[in-house]
């Protein structure tokens, strides 16, 4: 019994040693060139405009105007 | 749709930094980011120029290219974007950028110790839901959702900066080219806001 005792220690030293022989991947798993964060809600989706683009674009295109002091003063 | 830009008018611009304060103050931008700076060249000399720079949202912008996690995005108005949870603070975008638009919040530091980037959002928020705390947290407010403009742009005291749908900013600036006409001034406040009407006659 005793005889066989060095021979389970080196045969799980080998095993530990063989072990750093794996390799595991080290990074995470994307797309390349796609997009992999958090999906986004678009500006209209929201409280505001309930999800109307018409009256968000509209707001939009009234405070891009507003921006030309021209057309505000004359 | 619209393609939403910003357009600095050199001839206007002051250098007062009222929109890098406007930023900061909206967003509470921390210590050490700064989303938006205003960059003067040939300081002191007449002639200086000064220019309002931040992310320009480049419809092929080249920090999405190189970003190795994917979490820089463009949404459909064209405004750059990333998601924060997934950004691990590896600087690739910082090199990438030709303004210099990411900032980290701890400097320059090793790769691991600089935190997350953060830029300017074009006060569109970020990927969490409009307007709630998480997403003012991350990235600021989302003005964009409350079919409000850039604060920096409307804050601007001289309209120098101009924010929104690129077809209209050219509009604008293409009408204040033609009124501004080219005069004798280098530079002052003929050049910037044109000839009184009645004394152009």
Redesign the interface.
């Known amino acids: 019994m005793t005889t066989r005792i060095p021979y389970v220690i080196a045969a799980a030293l080998a095993a530990a040693f063989l072990a750093g022989c794996s390799e595991q991947p080290q990074v995470?798993k994307?797309?390349?060139?796609?997009?992999?964060?958090?999906?986004?809600?678009?500006?209209?989706?929201?409280?505001?405009?309930k999800g109307d683009k018409g009256?968000?674009?509209q707001?939009?295109?009234n405070?891009?105007?507003a921006?030309?002091?021209?057309k505000r003063v004359e | 749709m619209?393609r939403m830009k910003f357009l600095c008018d050199a001839e206007r611009c002051i250098e007062c930094n009222g929109c890098v304060t406007a930023c900061k103050n909206e967003h509470e931008v921390p210590w050490g980011v700064n989303r938006r700076r205003v960059v003067t060249i040939n300081d002191g000399v007449p002639g200086e120029r000064s220019m309002s720079v931040a992310c320009m949202h480049c419809s092929d912008a080249p920090c999405i290219a190189v970003c190795p996690?994917?979490?820089?995005?463009q949404?459909?108005?064209g405004v750059v974007?990333?998601?924060k949870?997934?950004c691990i603070g590896c600087g690739y975008c910082f090199y990438a950028c030709p303004f210099g638009a990411p900032q980290f919040p701890n400097g320059p530091a090793a790769f691991g110790a600089r935190g997350k980037m953060d830029k300017c959002t074009f006060c569109?928020g970020?990927?969490?839901?409009?307007?709630s705390q998480a997403e003012f947290d991350k990235y600021g407010r989302?003005r964009?959702?409350?079919?409000?403009?850039p604060l920096c742009?409307?804050m601007c005291s001289t309209?120098a900066l101009?924010?929104?749908?690129a077809t209209?900013?050219s509009?604008?600036f293409r009408?204040?080219v033609l009124?501004r006409g080219k005069g004798v001034e280098a530079w002052g406040w003929m050049t910037a806001y044109g000839k009184d009407k009645e004394e152009a006659k």
């Open positions: 995470g994307f797309e390349q060139g796609k997009y992999a964060g958090k999906a986004d809600t678009r500006p209209w989706e929201g409280g505001t405009f009256a968000w674009e707001a939009q295109r405070r891009v105007r921006q030309n002091e021209y | 619209a996690t994917n979490v820089i995005y949404t459909e108005e974007l990333h998601d949870d997934g569109a970020g990927p969490e839901e409009n307007g989302n964009l959702a409350e079919g409000k403009l742009a409307e309209k101009l924010a929104g749908d209209e900013l509009d604008i009408d204040r009124r």
